[in-house]
């Protein structure tokens, strides 16, 4: 049971690059999330998704962008990385469904570097 | 969008003693709050969680209250160990929009 995982685990990158880290669930769990975790700051949330092709923007969406073409798979690209989104990234996803509110579950981060 | 406010950012408390921490929460339609629980360099993980229709929940050592009125919740902790040593995070839910406060680091001496 692979769980939820994200690759890659460690990016270094430069500003201006276009930089995509990857989230995939075998659990076949409807909802899936990012969030970046600074110091300081907590775990502030990115996009949220309830199923295939539905997203929705979070607290801190700007500069990111999210697709969800199968339930399995929850991408993260930043379109043109700049140092302020160096940060640790995390995954989760969910089981419930609908209106209900219950656990995440976290990948291991991508630890992203913004140089 | 909510808003969670988590006091102290850092707590130090004896092997033994208790530890309390604090949550407020801005929007009154948020009706989930978990509490989790992250050790160095590992991934979150929920500890404890409570809905808004329960007060009080207590699992072992670990209790959470809730206050809907105040828009308060706490998270507390009784005869802690060092294993306790942790970042500990509350959040705040309505439809799944979660939002975390800015952690407490607990440290528990020997």
């Known amino acids: 049971d692979a769980g939820i995982t994200q690759s890659p685990r460690y990016k270094i990158t430069e500003t201006g690059r276009q930089v995509t880290l990857m989230c995939h669930q075998t659990?076949?769990?409807?909802?899936m999330f990012w969030y970046r975790q600074d110091l300081g700051h907590g775990l502030r949330l990115i996009y949220y998704?309830?199923?295939?092709?539905?997203?929705d923007k979070g607290e801190v969406p700007d500069g990111y962008v999210v697709s969800r073409s199968k339930t399995e798979n929850f991408p993260l690209t930043l379109e043109s990385a700049t140092r302020s989104q160096t940060s640790v990234y995390f995954c989760?996803?969910?089981?419930?469904?609908?209106?209900?509110?219950?656990?995440?579950?976290f990948g291991e981060g991508s630890r992203l570097t913004v140089l | 969008g909510e808003n969670v406010e988590q006091h102290p950012s850092t707590l130090s408390v004896q092997e033994g003693d208790s530890a309390v921490i604090k949550c407020t929460y801005s929007d009154s339609a948020s009706n989930y709050f978990p509490w989790y629980k992250q050790e160095l360099g590992k991934r979150p993980q929920l500890i404890i969680d409570?809905?808004?229709?329960?007060g009080e929940k207590k699992d072992q050592r670990i209790a959470v209250t809730l206050n809907k009125t105040a828009k308060h919740f706490s998270l507390h902790i009784t005869e802690t160990q060092p294993e306790d040593s942790a970042v500990y995070f509350c959040a705040a839910s309505y439809n799944n929009d979660m939002r975390f406060g800015a952690g407490t680091r607990l440290t528990v001496k020997p």
């Open positions: 659990w076949s769990h409807s909802y």
């Open positions: 998704s309830a199923a295939a092709d539905i997203t």
């Open positions: 409570i809905r808004s229709n329960v």
């Open positions: 989760a996803s969910s089981r419930v469904s609908g209106s209900d509110t219950g656990e995440l579950f």
